[in-house]
Structures are given as structure tokens and as C-alpha cells.
């Protein structure tokens, strides 16, 4: 089946699924290539296959190399066990599953084959169209789009699960689109995540050397009392040739005073520690 059709199946099959982002009425036709919200806006699936809910641009850096890059990354492995840890999260039933911030897809993808025979209902979005462009070639049975995390184009309670790797969070938004019950995984950098990489391109004493997650963690606790916080932590061989791809799938090597790396920095460049926590929480 054509990209297109796979997507305009989903949406025909899950149009309760989706509400308005201009006026936040559902949407409740489906007529050729567009979805129609009760007051009559229409959005269309784009070239690509997908749909696109942003009213306006995208705000992002992300390009299609970046994305490119990190799939070949995460294809190899370099976040499986954060994959694995998610999925243990995840309540072992059917579930409406949406993930934040999809970029390219990858995590989704084997978040999926972790969890074959459960015939989830899997959304992905990200605001970066060169990410959702990548993530809808995937082989899988999943929705992606372009949408803004502020602003999710869902209705209320539609999903039994919000998963998030690396992305910004908006609580309310996250609690609004979650079913009562329904569980919030959000998983964040600790302070040695790709640590080697970070003393390769930065000086000890600059901002980027390490990461302090603990504003971050303080705000999850602030609106998720009785969240459990999970630490994930392994150091990852990186395949041959792809040490390039990983000093470019990280927004850390354009950052100021970022160093370029030499080929032999890069051809020394073994292994790379993987430091993660897992913040997890229950609607109530
Ligand atoms: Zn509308």
C-alpha cells in the first residue's frame, strides 16, 4: 500500500482520534486527501503522505542530515536499552500509544517490535517535517505527522500512553490528551549522556561539557507527586564508521565554541557512554 493510503487509513479508521488546532472542534470528515474539523478548516496530507497541523512554520534546525544520521545510530543499537526500559514501563495490554518529539522514528519502530502481538494504535509526531518525512518510510503500522507539542491536534483522553526520548514536554497538554490511568514515560539525559562526545568537542570548563537534568526532574516531581524516577546507564561500542554520524546526530556539535574533530580524533572515537533517567508517571 502506498504511503498516502496507509496514512488516509489510519485516519479514516481513528478520526475520533484528532481534533482542530485552530478552533479545537474534531474533526470529523474525511474527504479525499483532507481531514474537515465540524467548523470547516481542512488540513491536507502533503506530498510526503502525512499531515501537517501546523498553523505556520516550523521552528527547528533539525535538517534531513541530522536525521539521517541519528537513524543510522539508532539502527545500530545506541538507545536500545532506553527502548527496552519504555517498554517495561508500558502496561502489557493493547494501548493507545503517542510519541512526543518522533524525529525520525526509529524509537517508535522498536518500542513496536518490542511489543508484537498487542496490536497497539501507534502515533508519532515531531515538529521537524525532514524527521516525519523519514519516520513515515518506516516499515510499520503507525500514524506520523507534523504537529506542535503545545498545541496537540489529539482529543481528550485518546491515548493510554505518552512516550518521550530527548523532546520538551508541555504537562498540560500531555494530561489533556491522556486517558485517566494512562501513563506518562519521559526520558531524559543524565550529566554523563555522551559524555566522551562532550570532552571531544567542548573544554571541561564550558556549559556543554556536561548536563544538569535536575531543573528538569524538579518540574516532572512538581507535577507528578508520585512519579518513579528509573536510571539507565551503559556505554555503547560504536560500530565502525559511524563515528562521523554520531558527532552530527546531536545538536552538541554546532554549539559555540563547539571544536571540529580531527580524522584521527574521530578513528580513536571506541565507545560512548549512554546515561539516561526514565521519569515515570500515572495519570490520576
Ligand atoms: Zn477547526
Known sequence: MKKIEKQRQFVSQHLDLFRCPTCHESFTELQGNSIICSQGHRIDFNK???????NGAADTEYGREMFLARRQLLTAGLFKPIVKAVAAALPNRPLRILDV??????????LAALRPDLDDCLVGFDISKAGVTLATQLAMDAFFCVADLRQLPFNDHSFDAVVELFSPSDYAEFNRV???GGTLVKVIPNA?????????LYD???????????????????HYPNCQTQRV??????PDGLQSALVEMTPLHW????KKLTPEELAA????????????AKKI
Open 233 to 238: 546507564r551503559y556505554r555503547f561500542a560504536i
Open 192 to 200: 554523563d549522556y555522551l559524555g566522551e562526545l562532550r570532552h571531544l
Open 204 to 222: 571541561d570548563e564550558d556549559q556543554h561539557a556536561s548536563y544538569d537534568n535536575s531543573r528538569v526532574k524538579e518540574l516532572f516531581a512538581k
Open 269 to 280: 572515537f571506541r565507545e560512548v557512554t549512554v546515561d539516561v533517567s526514565l521519569l515515570i
Open 255 to 258: 554549539g559555540r565554541g563547539a
Open 101 to 110: 518529539g518522533t524525529g525520525e522514528g526509529t524509537p517508535l519502530y522498536q
Open 48 to 54: 510526503h503522505g502525512y499531515l501537517h497541523f501546523l
Open 178 to 180: 491522556l486517558a485517566p
